[in-house]
């Protein structure tokens, strides 16, 4: 099914042409009244012609419909589909035929907290809110059954999907995650979810997730083993910053000839500055106020 425009007359001018009618009728009827009593032959012409102009006024008003700004009405006719008609105001269309709203509004879809396991196997707690709107109203209506059962469907399923091709969290630093990749995920699954609900007649604006977590069962193992690589990455940060600055320290000294420093007292001072540098705790210096030799 494709969406295409219904055949339309203007509702007030529809409105003005079924008044005149009737009151055509109207006349017929008491004017064959009139014939009637002065005995007129072919008086019941004028009585029947009044009473088929009133059907036809009467037909004709079932062809009166009223859209909505952003709404579509889809117009069937004895089972079969003749259009749709998108344009706001009040319209004259094929009479007898029915006709169904559908709303081109933007809407959105906030899916369940859904648990599933990631790429690597962990099983992770995510939701996604979902934005759309229906841009072929013949698609939405004809080609499934329910489209907003559909999108809510699909999207759940995307989501699994979409889930299950990344990890949580990328520990290597060398791929994409959940956690840290959001917006190509996002993308990601607003692809996904577009070639899905393309059948439907519905454009998805928009994708975004809600909500991410490990599952309650296996988070504080998680949490631990984030702390302890944010805790390597750090160490191996002061690390590389000490051993920077014990090599300034003593290249300093030497250049300004302060003092002379044999290879065993380099080894004690770089030794001494990586301990005060490195330890996570103050340093505590001893002075050494002479010898008793």
């Not at 490990?214 to 990455?233: D, F, G, H, K, V």
Request: proline share 2%; aromatic share 8%.
């Amino acid at each position: 099914m494709t969406e295409y425009k219904a055949w339309k007359l203007n509702g007030f001018v529809a409105l003005l042409l079924a008044i005149l009618v009737t009151a055509a009728a109207v006349y017929l009827f008491i004017n064959g009244i009139i014939l009637a009593e002065a005995s007129f032959e072919y008086y019941y012409l004028h009585i029947i012609a009044g009473i088929i102009l009133i059907l036809v006024v009467i037909i004709s008003l079932t062809g009166i419909t009223i859209v909505q700004p952003n709404e579509a009405k889809v117009i069937t006719f004895f089972g079969r589909y003749i259009g749709s008609i998108r344009e706001a105001g009040i319209w004259f269309k094929v009479p007898l035929s029915t006709q169904r709203k559908v709303s081109l509004r933007v809407s959105n879809f906030n899916s369940k907290t859904l648990k599933v396991n990631d790429v690597e196997g962990n099983p992770v707690e995510i939701a996604a809110v979902v934005v759309f709107r229906v841009i072929d109203s013949a698609k939405a209506l004809f080609d499934v059954d329910n489209y907003e059962e559909f999108v809510e469907i699909q999207s759940e399923t995307a989501l699994r999907h979409v889930a299950t091709k990344y990890p949580y969290d990328d520990f290597e630093e060398g791929g994409y995650s959940l956690r840290g990749n959001a917006d190509e995920v996002a993308r990601e699954l607003a692809r996904e979810l577009q070639e899905r609900l393309a059948v439907a007649g519905v454009e998805v604006i928009e994708a975004r997730l809600t909500h991410l977590a490990y599952a309650t069962e296996i988070a504080s193992a998680m949490l631990q083993r984030q702390q302890a690589n944010a805790i390597i990455a750090a160490r191996q940060k002061i690390v590389e910053g000490a051993v920077g600055m014990a090599q300034m320290a003593i290249a300093q000294l030497e250049r300004e000839g302060i003092v002379e420093l044999d290879e065993e007292r380099k080894v004690a001072m770089i030794n001494n500055l990586m301990v005060a540098i490195v330890s996570d705790r103050g340093a505590q210096p001893i002075l050494n106020t002479g010898s008793i030799y």
